[in-house]
């Protein structure tokens, strides 16, 4: 997705729910490429990633 | 409208049973009131960020006039008429909570007054003395946990060790950390981009973080950049209690109906 224009650029951070965190951590999950991708994309572009509490406690 | 105005504090007391005059201030107390005047003029500024004070002292009974940019002591009679009109210091931030709470300690030890004001129109005058009690409630803030993200821009010190994190957006924290811990690292952390794992007093009122009050619980080597290693090494942590999760079976049943 780098180089290309996603609509990231006005973004000045995420806020990450549970979901994306299983994703992410689960290779087998349908959705796990998805959630690395974007995973990726937003470290490569600088986008500050927020977790809240209610999330790490799910 | 001139482009400076001067912030006034006056110190009433007595000398030997005579109103006290500038010959009497000594130099430690000057020292000590330059330090609170400049932290109540430019609380988010350092020494070196900030415009030029010039000072000037006067008899009646001494009469400290501090003359700096107008914008400077506009927002010095605004913290004084707040200050003022509610009797409390407790919304302030802590910087120029400090620095009130300098001058009320030493007014009810030295047996001095102060008074506050500038030579705006309409300017307040803030009274401190023996009878006044400007001094923070101790509920106003609380220990506190907190990680910080950010880039090391010194790090040592030869009495008080310590690491400055310069965090975006907020300045620089500066965290107490032991000799033997900044010692003990192999690796130079002098400009690269950490996480903190701090202890510090966070203000109820204001949220904000005292940033002196830091104290280093852990470093934590922070890198934003991709890595399929360390991603792959979650991963495998992870497995042992993914491996037969469903995760939208798993959000249904922790969240319930909530936000069904």
Known sequence: MSGVRTGLETITGVLLDTSFIIRLLKVDDPLHPNAKAWFKELLDRGVPMYLSTVAVAE | ?260
């Open chain 2, 1 to 260: 409208m001139e482009r400076t105005a001067t912030f006034e504090v006056v110190v009433s007391g007595t000398k030997g049973g005579q109103p006290m005059m500038p010959e009497d201030f000594d130099i430690k107390a000057l020292r000590e009131l330059l330090t609170e005047v400049e932290v109540l003029l430019f609380p988010g500024s350092s020494s070196r960020d900030r415009p030029v004070i010039s000072y000037e002292v006067q008899p009646g009974s001494v009469r400290n006039l501090f003359r700096t940019g107008v914008q400077a002591v506009a927002q010095t009679s605004a913290v004084l008429a707040l200050v003022a009109s509610s009797g409390t210091i407790d919304m302030l931030e802590p910087r120029t909570a400090r620095a009130l709470e300098a001058m009320q300690r030493w007014a009810q030890e030295g047996d001095v007054a102060f008074a506050l004001r500038t030579s705006l129109p309409g300017s307040p005058e803030l009274i401190i003395d023996r009878t006044t009690h400007y001094l923070r409630t101790e509920a106003v803030s609380v220990e506190t946990e907190l990680y910080l993200y950010g880039r090391v821009v010194d790090a040592g010190g030869k009495e008080r060790s310590n690491i400055h994190l310069q965090v975006e957006g907020q300045g620089i924290h500066v965290i107490d950390a032991s000799k033997e811990f900044l010692e003990g690292l192999d690796k130079n952390i002098l400009y690269h981009r950490m996480g903190v794992r701090a202890m510090g007093r966070q203000n109820l009122q204001t949220g904000e973080i005292e940033k002196n009050s830091l104290k280093l619980l852990e470093l934590i080597d922070y890198d934003e950049h991709f890595e399929e290693a360390y991603l792959k090494r979650l991963q495998a942590k992870a497995r042992g209690w993914l491996k037969d999760t469903d995760p939208d079976q798993y959000l249904n049943d922790v969240r319930g109906t909530y936000g069904s």
